[in-house]
């Protein structure tokens, strides 16, 4: 199955300022594609690291995206940091220059110059409804911080990523985990390939313990519901979804 | 200033499955106290992944703090995972044992039994109001998934993290970045110690940039809001806060 790295570049979510809402997002739209999202990784606006933590990921995973750094201002070191990363110049793209030139009515000034600078032999895929391309290098796929333009801009691309999706059946059980832990032992020896997790809650009115069953073979995985529904005593299970 | 990693480790949380809230609240909390958060990485339940990166933040930062994979279920491996990434042995603590029975009004099972194991030579640290310790291993704090827990277990021990706070002025202005960038510069050539953040907003009403304006030394962060609030003409400044 394909593989994912996420690495998400930014200041504002290490010291607290901003919440990261796009990991969120891209690990549940990687499921849904059937990618495995291996890795996510916040770090700082910080040429070195970023470049580091880039080839890294780009060496041990089929897709990297990333996320910010991305802009006109002094605190956007994406680009440089990723030209650095695979040993690239950083060039001006005319034909990016055309399009911002296009969207101003005004002489460009060095900021939006700034947005037209590429590592040398980047891919533009035009896409969607966005007059900015989404920029590739390698494997790696360049997105903005800003949440809406991140949604937008992986929803325009995201057929090229797709695996085979994963299946879910969720377990609400009124028992604590220390006293289903045992039949899970006897579930996963039973069904060894089952993706099995087990997550307690202290703040639910009507279970503590919500269990997770997947498989990307739906047949296994009914199989595998099928057995730790005959396991568990009737009353136990809440409901499953 | 004291520096700080903090590792979740979930597959929950990389299959979109469960959102991670603790990443934001830890963010802010040690923000607040004057600690430098340095990175955030979510990684599968899988030992040997754990124990290498647990084993490199401990290297790299003051302090490491994990969260997720303790509890008595199969897929809860931070335990070994920490004791494999010091080279210690998982042996069974007498005095948690005690603990856990205490709570109990029937003999421990297995996996009741299992949350008394820890990596040879943790230290439990006994705070709050909460009847299972703070286990800590080198400079490692190892923490529950439950966000509930998580905060009540941090809370208990926060005092014993702190460096000085730093001291955050935002400005909402009503430009684009591109046009601000040039004074953003010439504001870090002016205060070069300044951190400053620059983050566009596209559905907001009343502004178009958040700008951040960081500085451990208050007196130097007055300077430089004064200086910028100069620069800036004062339409364009639609609050500061």
Redesign the interface.
């Known amino acids: 199955m394909p593989t994912a790295g996420l690495l998400?570049i930014g200041?504002?979510?290490?010291?607290?300022?901003?919440?990261?809402t796009n990991?969120?997002y891209l690990?549940?739209?990687?499921?849904r594609l059937g990618v495995d999202?291996?890795?996510?990784?916040?770090?700082?606006d910080e040429i070195d690291v970023i470049a580091r933590e880039v080839r890294s990921m780009s060496d041990q995973y089929d897709h990297v995206f990333t996320s910010g750094g991305i802009?006109?201002?002094?605190?956007d070191v994406t680009i440089d940091s990723i030209a650095q990363a695979f040993g690239r110049e950083v060039v001006c793209s005319e034909s990016l220059l055309k399009r911002i030139e296009q969207g101003q009515n005004k002489p460009l000034?060095?900021?939006?110059r700034?947005?037209a600078l590429l590592p040398e032999g980047a891919t533009m895929i035009d896409a969607g409804d966005l007059w900015f391309p989404v920029i590739c290098v390698e494997n790696v796929y360049i997105f903005p911080?800003?949440p809406?333009?991140f949604r937008k801009k992986f929803d325009s691309i995201r057929e090229r990523f797709s695996g085979v999706p994963?299946q879910?059946t969720r377990f609400f059980v009124t028992r604590y985990?220390?006293?289903i832990?045992?039949d899970?032992?006897a579930l996963?020896r039973q069904f060894p390939e089952l993706?099995?997790?087990?997550?307690?809650?202290?703040?639910e009115p009507d279970f503590r313990v919500m269990l997770?069953l997947?498989s990307r073979d739906p047949e296994y995985l009914q199989r595998a519901v099928d057995a730790l529904r005959s396991m568990l005593p009737a009353d136990v299970i809440r409901r499953v979804e």
């Open positions: 998400i200041n504002e979510i290490l010291s607290g300022k901003v919440v990261d990991s969120p690990a549940g739209e990687l499921r999202l291996e890795r996510i990784l916040t770090i700082p802009g006109p201002t002094h605190d000034n060095e900021a939006m700034k947005m911080g800003i809406e333009l994963v879910l985990e220390s006293e832990a045992e899970l032992h996963l993706m099995l997790g087990s997550y307690p809650r202290i703040s997770t997947e």
